[in-house]
């Protein structure tokens, strides 16, 4: 049997607002889908467990959706397996989820059982100091990703004006046209929406192998100016209009605006590039928006532009260098809490799941 398919998003981020959640948009259980919300602290195996069912379940020849970690990409927050309607997903802190219909469309595992609590007790006061510790970077962190969101570019209020985004709209609407064809079509296109990026302890990442993986077209759009939302919003209406889903993919430091758009039954991709996540790689064509702007707009602001985006690199390294450091001290959090976990019974749990998985 051949091996399925794998993809792998972000469904939360570190975030001007602070830590932002696409949680509720995982799987649809209004649709059938079931979720197993895993709960348990520290180091007990809950990404471990993720990965041992999306392996399972790839090597059965099934497809699956991994959910990287914002804070720390190496770690899983989540893993969802399409044909089997099946999803599990790591819904504690800050991602709490709870279930809305216990045992009917969601349900609890508690990996916190395997805890050897009697042994933990014992380092309650370090554990505690490191917690605190550990709550406190996070508020820096959070303070500095939210002063580099106020330093983008595109929010010095003369550079972009209406003119500059109805002319990005337009372009997006003849390539719409272009891509998707005229008509309208016979229901209206699903949308679901994931990060492709992340502000983590491994620096301004994006998952260009999920692109790649979806996309053999790419499209990369100019970004230094914040265009990119209307071309993508207008190509996301025009999709959904003509019944064609697509992945609608949010901008990490600012979730209301969007970074990319994937559409997987067409095999293209359009993703915004050449700010702090770099260059589109690979890609087909390029669309220039930071040429959109008048130049004599464009001369008069130079050291405004300039000064906004040295301050944002400069508060955006020491937020990265943060999360680095909370990303060590959680580390050392999970190796006080690993001695003292019962994995033989966290992984046979996990097999007993695997078994279920496969018999559905």
């Not at 792998?8 to 932002?20: K, M, P, Q, T």
């Not at 649709?31 to 520290?42: C, R, S, T, V």
């Not at 955006?316 to 959680?330: D, T, V």
């Not at 976990?341 to 097999?351: H, Q």
Request: proline share 3%; aromatic share 8%.
């Amino acid at each position: 049997m051949e091996t399925g398919h794998a993809t792998e998003y972000f469904l939360g981020s570190n975030s001007e607002r602070g830590f932002f959640s696409l949680y509720s948009d995982m799987a649809d259980t209004s649709a059938g889908d079931f979720i197993w919300l895993i709960k348990g602290g520290p180091g007990c195996g809950k990404s471990s467990f993720m990965r041992k069912i999306g392996a399972a379940a790839e090597s059965a020849g099934f497809s699956v959706e991994y959910t990287r970690c914002s804070g720390d990409p190496d770690s899983l927050d989540a893993v969802y397996i399409p044909e089997k309607k099946l999803c599990y997903a790591d819904a504690t802190s800050p991602h709490c989820m709870d279930a809305a219909l216990p045992a009917c469309s969601e349900s609890y595992l508690d990996l916190g059982a395997f805890y050897r609590t009697d042994k933990l007790r014992q380092r309650r006061g370090e554990l505690a100091a490191m917690n605190a510790r550990y709550k406190e970077i996070y508020a820096r962190i959070y303070g500095l990703i939210a002063a580099a969101g106020k330093l983008e570019p595109y929010g010095i209020p003369e550079l972009i004006g209406e003119r500059e985004r109805a002319y990005v709209c337009r372009r997006a609407q003849g390539v719409a046209e272009r891509e998707f064809g005229r008509g309208g079509g016979k229901r209206l296109g699903r949308q679901k929406h994931r990060f492709i990026s992340a502000i983590s302890c491994r620096g301004c990442l994006r998952l260009d192998a999920t692109v790649a993986s979806v996309c053999q077209r790419v499209y990369a759009l100019d970004n230094e100016y914040g265009l990119a939302d209307s071309y993508l919003q207008t190509l996301a209406d025009a999709a959904q209009q003509r019944g064609i889903d697509a992945v609608l993919c949010h901008s990490p430091l600012h979730p209301e605006r969007l970074e990319a758009l994937l559409i997987p039954e067409l095999s293209l991709g359009f993703v915004s590039g050449g700010t702090m996540f770099g260059e589109v790689r690979g890609a087909a064509r390029n669309v220039r928006l930071d040429a959109v702007p008048q130049k004599e707009k464009l001369q008069r602001l130079r050291k405004k532009i300039r000064s906004s985006v040295k301050l944002r690199d400069a508060v955006l390294r020491e937020a990265l260098s943060a999360l680095s450091e909370a990303k060590q001290l959680h580390d050392e959090i999970e190796a006080v809490y690993n001695p003292h976990v019962d994995f033989d019974g966290v992984y046979s749990l996990c097999d007993l799941h695997i078994k279920n998985m496969l018999r559905i």
